[in-house]
């Protein structure tokens, strides 16, 4: 109880003092040394500190001064951090307690900011490739939103495939385990904004990521943001698979658009700008999609066309 409590308060002092602490560098070594320690020595003590170690990683990740200090030698913590948390993450997702879905979360955050301060993917894909990490996630994605449960991480699973989707090598391996799927069957839209909405998907959330709460509406925004980049990304390689999910979704995304212009609230206006920026990647493969969803060009085309109107009156 004693430790926990002293790796509680380490972690907040941490993010109110990151400033006037040591270099980051040697704030990750330290948190994965104590991570391997409690790891080979007490289970029992790893999942009581394991939460405020790595919320404590997360604020040394993101020191501005990280990156300048990153090398070829240097990086070899970040990597053995990303190794800790794959391997964390095959027992964690074996249960479905609530201490052990925010450890999870919270792992997810990590991986999101270590893979953004190490731009080679060739340093941690083969980690989280040897473990089946991705395999795995994509997996908790898919029982996540089939039982329209744990927004938060959902949330944080499709913040972290969002920052994969943006190297090449990684993007590949999401597009071969499947990801577009899961987000074709199991992805479900709704308006948030309706107060008068019974639908027992919404839940209320106080869980931030980059300022934003986490709720469903987000991760409708988030898929929409992943399937786009992704395409953008492999191209020719996902075209069918991004045709898949604007066949899947095309109800939803028109809807989405419908809504923008009877409100202009910022909820709509990101919709309509995730919209966008997908139909944008689709237009290159403009045969594609005409032959391959062609009720979808038409409708969605003319849709576009009428808020182009609206916006430049």
């Not at 941490?14 to 400033?19: G, I, T, V």
């Not at 980051?24 to 289970?43: N, Q, V, Y």
């Not at 900011?113 to 473990?131: D, F, G, K, M, R």
């Not at 987000?218 to 991004?242: G, M, N, P, Q, T």
């Amino acid at each position: 109880a004693a430790t926990t409590e002293l790796c509680s308060i380490y972690s907040a002092l941490l993010s109110r003092w990151a400033r006037d602490t040591k270099p980051p560098l040697s704030l990750l070594e330290r948190i994965a040394f104590l991570l391997r320690e409690a790891k080979s020595k007490s289970p029992e003590l790893l999942s009581a500190i394991e939460t405020f170690l790595y919320s404590s990683s997360i604020v040394a990740l993101q020191r501005n001064n990280l990156q300048s200090e990153l090398n070829a030698g240097d990086s070899d913590c970040v990597i053995e951090l990303i190794r800790l948390v794959s391997l964390s993450l095959q027992q964690l997702s074996l249960s479905k307690d609530s201490i052990h879905l925010k450890s999870m979360v919270v792992q997810m955050l990590v991986l999101c900011e270590a893979v953004q301060i190490i731009t080679n993917p060739s340093l941690w894909l083969p980690v989280l490739e040897s473990n089946a990490t991705l395999l795995l996630l994509v997996q908790v994605l898919d029982a996540c939103l089939k039982t329209a449960k744990e927004v938060k991480l959902v949330d944080a699973l499709l913040h972290f495939f969002l920052t994969l989707s943006r190297y090449t090598e990684a993007a590949h391996a999401l597009a071969l385990l499947g990801v577009h799927r899961t987000l074709c069957l199991h992805l479900n839209w709704h308006d948030e904004t309706d107060a008068s909405s019974s639908n027992g998907f919404i839940e209320s959330s106080s869980f931030e990521v980059g300022g934003q709460k986490a709720s469903w509406t987000r991760v409708w925004h988030l898929s929409i943001a992943l399937i786009s980049s992704l395409l953008k990304r492999l191209r020719y390689e996902f075209v069918d698979k991004a045709l898949d999910f604007v066949g899947a979704h095309q109800e939803n995304l028109a809807k989405s658009l419908d809504a923008v212009r009877c409100s202009q609230s910022p909820v709509h206006l990101e919709e309509a700008d995730h919209i966008a920026a997908l139909l944008a990647n689709l237009a290159l493969f403009r045969r594609q999609w005409q032959f391959g969803v062609p009720h979808a060009f038409v409708d969605l085309k003319e849709r576009m066309g009428c808020l182009c109107q609206e916006i430049g009156r």
